[in-house]
């Protein structure tokens, strides 16, 4: 194929390949899925070599609306024309967090920025800035930035967050025990561990969710724990989005942060981010040094402008969750049909396929489900990042190309793990991200 060879130039000239793990083709069934796109439009993209995908991650949970929206892109091009950068501000900025204050329940002052991770330092900056305190207790993913990394230079710290085996190579050994993970879910140890660093603490940094509800009452302890300890509560909501609802996740929990980060899915694929909080939070970042050149560029605000529009005109929550839960219908009939030994979990906005195998055998099951359904035209892995322009052509041609690759599975299954091993037409994918908050 072309495009392993587009790699292998990559690979000579771009440490690693790619500039996001999650876009390594060993993240997929290397060989067999896409690795360079040419294309994208609504729910589907095609590669290099030519063949045509339905997209099962959105950009990486970027794309809500679907790939090249036409109002959104028309919104953008409308910008181009005018300028998408100044010697001065735009309007746009003001606009934008008056849209973001009106839709996030703790929303009542906004700053930016150009990405997910980026947008987490920023409030960690500012939680610490307006506490006067260095440590972050955290829970789940939050970017590549030092504070966060910091966390491995306890080794291990980070396994059940991210991946396994981080070296912490090039961050500061001085930052050592100034990010310290805890197990979600479980609020008595996010107790004893704010009283053991008592006083010490800026900020509870979490994703409040992923793919499934929280268990019932722990966000509310999390809360609770941060008020009696006066500590920031900070929601990371990059990779939730605004798929439960157009104000995000706090208005469907009903537990407000004091601070929430944003991205990806808030400008349906352009660069943009966004730290939104309280006023007597937010307002002290106007004297701590948070400044750069294209936090004001005007294609990302003008994007997430309309993208937080149309989520509303258009309800896409609810189209999420019918699609999702029609997707998760159609799976389940195509793994009861086939009996292959996979379970249907997660939201309805996020549906996820977890192999009822030994531990052994399951990433094995999962990188030949990522190859048939590549063969079969479907992009993904075991949990699906929906938008709102997959409709039933997209389920329709999913549930078929399931059914026969939980086939396959199931007869694989019944020779062993020799069986799996023998249908792979590539290696076993590498460590997928592991999920604290799954
Ligand atoms: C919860 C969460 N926070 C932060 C990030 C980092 O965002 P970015 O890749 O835009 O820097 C991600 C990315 O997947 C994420 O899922």
Redesign the pocket.
Known sequence: MRQQQIFERACSLIPGGTQ?V?RRPTQYASGVSPIYARWAKGARFGDADGREFIDWVSG??AVILGYCDDVVDQAVCDQLRQGTIYSVNHELEVELAEELVELIPCAEMVRYAK????A?AVAVRIARGVTGRDKILFC?????HDWYLAANLAPGALDDHLLPGIDPIGVPAALRDTALPFPYGDPAELEAQLERHRGEVAAVMM?PLRSQWPPEGYLEAVRELCDRERVLLIF?E??TGFRLSAGGVQPVLGVTPDLA?F??SISNGFPM?AVVGRRDVMAPAASMFISSTYWSDTIGLRAALTTLRELRRRDVPATLKATGQTLKERIRQAASATHCPVRVSGLDVHPQLEFELEPAWRNLAATLYIQEMALRGCHGYPSFYLNAAQGDPEIEQTAAAAKETFALIAAAVEDGEAGLRARLRCPPRGDAFRRQVR
Do not use: N, P, T
Request: charged fraction near 20%; hydrophobic fraction near 25%; glycine fraction near 32%.
């Open positions: 996001l999650s990486i949970g990405g997910g991770g980026e987490c789940g993913y939050h970017g590549w994703e990371d990059v990779s980060v991205a990806k981010g």
